[in-house]
């Protein structure tokens, strides 16, 4: 099983931008509470979030064309490297998610970049947004516009869950760490 040290180390391999290791993390904690939610694996369901964009800064116009194989080879089981693959359906490839931790990556890969948008205008950052500040940034089509809000929406209804939730869910999942992600707002500078 993929432990979260084996999915920094695999990522950390390919990824240097700062931008998108902030998004792994954000992605590995929103997933850490969704597998709470559900009650499964945390660290499990985080190591899969971490590792979600293993291919995307060096092959950005073939993402997830480059995980498969490599990831495969590094000894992720095959449900695992399906996970990952499944965050693209859609937009990438064809592989539907159906499980819970499929259905929670393909949906919090769009949603934490909005949240993060959002706690990033605040002074306090993440700690203190809630969930009704989010929804009016959601409903506003014009705000981080490139988070794909059809993508959110689908994986909601794929997971039963009302949008509501499931931000909610991600943001208190955010909130643990958002010194490391660079949410603690302008207020703590």
Same mark, same amino acid.
């Given at each position: 099983m993929l432990t979260l040290e084996r999915a920094r180390e695999l990522n950390d391999s390919m990824v240097t931008e700062d931008h998108l290791r902030i998004h792994a993390m954000n992605v590995m904690a929103s997933m850490g509470a969704m597998a709470e939610h559900f009650g499964e694996? +945390? *660290?499990h369901w985080m190591a899969i979030g971490y590792l979600h964009d293993y291919d995307y800064e060096k092959y950005?116009? *073939?993402?997830?064309? #480059? =995980?498969? @194989?490599?990831?495969?080879e590094a000894g992720l089981e095959p449900e695992e490297? +399906?996970?990952i693959l499944? #965050?693209?359906?859609?937009? $990438?490839? %064809? $592989? *539907?998610? $159906?499980? %819970?931790?499929e259905k929670s990556l393909y949906t919090?890969?769009?949603? =934490?970049? /909005? /949240?993060?948008?959002?706690? +990033?205008? +605040?002074? @306090?950052g993440i700690t203190d947004l809630t969930v009704k500040s989010f929804m009016k940034k959601f409903k506003d089509k014009r705000f981080a516009a490139k988070c794909n809000r059809e993508v959110i929406l689908d994986g909601c209804g794929r997971l039963g869950m009302e949008l509501? %939730?499931?931000a909610e869910i991600c943001i208190e999942g955010m909130k643990p760490f958002a010194a490391e992600i660079g949410l603690l707002g302008t207020d703590s500078e």
């Open positions: 694996d +945390r *660290e950005p116009e *073939e993402h997830l064309q #480059h =995980t498969e @194989k490599p990831l495969l490297v +399906r996970a499944s #965050h693209g359906y859609g937009i $990438v490839n %064809d $592989v *539907e998610p $159906v499980t %819970d931790m919090v890969d769009e949603l =934490t970049g /909005i /949240i993060q948008a959002c706690a +990033r205008m +605040r002074p @306090k509501r %939730d499931v």
